[in-house]
């Protein structure tokens, strides 16, 4: 996946990358780390309609860290959409 520039760009693949987490949470219903995840892109587009300029939970987000574990094996693709989702959220938020 490319590198995401700005925050509507950030905002619109949030959208597309729950999708794709929540298809999976649905075939693995015991996968509550999948919940997280979901949790986690949630909060990060929540404060890109507030139109925050940080997060004030930034240290807790892990979801690329719960992509490389519980992601990549059944999505390549979706894992590293998430990556790349927490790479812009850290420099567009500055976290």
């Not at 996946?1 to 949030?14: A, G, H, P």
């Not at 990556?83 to 938020?93: C, M, P, Q």
Request: aromatic share 6%; net charge negative.
């Amino acid at each position: 996946m490319s590198d995401i520039l700005t925050r509507d760009e950030l905002r619109s693949r949030i959208a597309r990358a729950s999708a794709g987490v929540a298809e999976l949470a649905r075939r693995e219903p015991a996968n509550t780390w999948l919940g997280s995840i979901l949790h986690q892109l949630a909060y990060v587009g929540g404060a890109l309609d507030a139109g925050r300029d940080r997060l004030d939970r930034a240290a807790e987000l892990n979801f690329g860290l719960l992509a490389s574990h519980y992601v990549d094996d059944v999505d390549p693709a979706l894992a590293a959409e998430l990556h790349a989702i927490s790479a812009a959220t850290r420099r567009l938020f500055a976290a």
